[in-house]
């Protein structure tokens, strides 16, 4: 069964700065490209980030550029989001993704807010 | 970026009765390797996105035969034969041919 556990959400200051995680089982992690979709409070969906298998090409959507970073652990069958510079606008429940979409997690909350 | 415009937003559906889902890519969907990247998500309330079909009319494993998605270049349809209490919720498109990946705003499906 693949399964795929977000952790790190939290509440931080604007300007703060937090590290997703998300440990994936179940299937051959080495194989599939993997994504950040992040959902703001009663919104639609928005793909925020995506590495490559090997994790050298990454992908990000605008707002995210520059302040968020993608990587992953193929050793750990992990895969991470560190996100920097937050504001309020980035407040969201953030999943992680198998590929584009196949399978998600169940979602870690973000809140930036004084 | 491409953008995703679903209809309608809101679908009210009697149980048992057919709905429809439009969705319109603002460019082809249509990939230099031939395939087209349009997906089809569910989000019942309280869950995670499950993504229903893949590449316009592929049905996920597990997915009830009674939903169906068709279309082409910047045209798609989501389909659900006979509306049951579970199939509540929101449905997305997404569209994963071009970079950023987006999704439509979704078209929240309830019970009459």
């Known amino acids: 069964e693949v399964q795929l556990v977000e952790s790190g959400g939290g509440l931080v200051q604007p300007g703060g700065s937090l590290r997703l995680s998300c440990a994936a089982s179940?299937?051959?992690?080495?194989?599939?490209?993997m994504t950040w979709v992040r959902q703001a409070p009663g919104k639609g969906l928005e793909c925020v980030a995506n590495?490559?298998?090997?994790?050298?090409?990454?992908y990000y959507v605008d707002s995210a550029k520059g302040r968020f970073t993608i990587s992953r652990d193929n050793a750990k069958t992990s895969l991470y989001l560190q996100m920097n510079s937050l504001t309020a606008d980035d407040t969201a429940v953030y999943y992680c993704?198998?590929?584009?979409?196949?399978?998600w997690g169940q979602g870690t909350l973000v809140t930036v807010s004084s | 970026d491409v953008v995703m415009t679903q209809s309608p937003l809101s679908l009210p559906v009697t149980l048992g009765q057919p709905a429809s889902i439009s969705c319109r890519s603002s460019?082809?969907?249509?990939?230099?390797?031939?395939?087209?990247?349009l997906n089809w998500f569910q989000q019942r309330p309280g869950q995670s996105p499950r993504r229903l079909i893949n590449?316009?009319?592929n049905r996920e494993s597990g997915v009830p035969d009674r939903f169906s998605g068709s279309g082409s270049g910047t045209d798609f349809t989501l389909k659900i034969s006979r509306v049951e209490a579970e199939d509540v919720g929101i449905y997305y498109c997404?569209?994963?041919?071009?970079?950023?990946?987006?999704f439509g705003q979704g078209t929240q499906v309830e019970i009459k």
């Open positions: 993704a198998r590929g584009w979409g196949a399978n």
């Open positions: 179940g299937f051959t992690f080495t194989t599939n490209s």
């Open positions: 590495v490559n298998q090997a994790g050298s090409a990454k």
């Open positions: 460019q082809s969907l249509v990939n230099s390797d031939g395939n087209t990247y």
């Open positions: 590449n316009v009319s």
């Open positions: 997404m569209q994963t041919t071009h970079w950023p990946w987006t």
